[in-house]
């Protein structure tokens, strides 16, 4: 099985008439997910090869059934075009765009989780999410991700979900679902909600987490390892050399006031009983040694 998205999910592309948009609507669309139709209030009744554009995700639920929505919306009209996925009925909501500002997204994490508790967030500032074979909705490059698990793959960083999948692929393991969570201050879906749906999907046996410095996420995923699961986790840490004070790379990334470190998230993940590789590709090499004995 795969996690939050499969073959039968229908996204909605807010943004769809942007370059952006259009862009990685069509290629999700290529590689075969169900792009079901865009949004575009100026340009409702076109289409963008084939895909039917509505006025607002309400209209496009209500014509095509869309339970996902993929939002390419530059960074000022992000909050808007979230609240209206989840009014629109919008079940899992995947934003892209990068430099939302976080007074924003803690305005519209908090609004959703009060009025649509059953809406999932993923982003801001990620890659999206690629279900193997199945659904790809986001950037990533769908050709470097093999199919057929067991893996699932939980990420921080957005660079290194693509190592991640490629160092796998090259060891010929397969992936159940990959999860691009983005390293903003609040993003939407956390560490723990990956590892908690892979703890629960039959087909993920072992899983892959990949965090970085900055906060205290890798840590509180740490103790979930500890405390609820029994599947093998394979980690990764980013920013180990980074000096602290200095924010590398985006937002989320900095370490402060001693906390958030790299050696501090590693430990903590050892202790819980994952592995833990000093790069990504002795973390791919632990990944194999797990999957031979599965």
Known sequence: MSIFVDENTKVVYQGLTGSQGRFYGLLNREYGTQVVAGTSPKKAGTDVDGIPVFATVADAVSATGATASCIFIPAPGVKAAVMEAAEGGIEFIVVITEGVP??????????????????????????????????????????????????????????????????????????????????????????????????????TLAVMM???????????????????????????????????????????????????TADAKMEALRDAGALVGMNPTEAGDLMAQVVAKL
């Open 102 to 203: 976080a007074h924003d997204e803690a305005w519209f994490f908090n609004e959703l989780r009060q009025k649509y508790p059953n809406v999932q967030l993923l982003g801001p500032n990620c890659p999206g999410i690629i279900s193997p074979g199945k659904a790809n909705i986001g950037i990533t490059a769908g050709h470097i991700a093999k199919a057929g698990g067991p893996v699932g793959i939980v990420s921080r960083s957005g660079t290194l979900t693509y190592q991640a999948l490629y160092e796998l692929k090259q060891k010929d393991i397969g992936v159940t679902t990959c999860v691009g969570i983005g390293g903003d201050p609040v993003p939407g879906t956390s560490h723990i909600d990956c590892l908690r749906a892979f703890q629960d999907d039959p087909e």
């Open 210 to 260: 990949i965090g970085e410095i900055g906060g205290s996420a890798e840590e509180e995923a740490a103790e979930f390892i500890r405390t609820q699961m029994d599947k093998p986790v394979v980690a990764y840490i980013a920013g180990v050399t980074a000096p602290p004070g200095k924010k590398m790379g985006h937002a989320g990334a900095i370490v402060s006031g001693g906390k958030g």
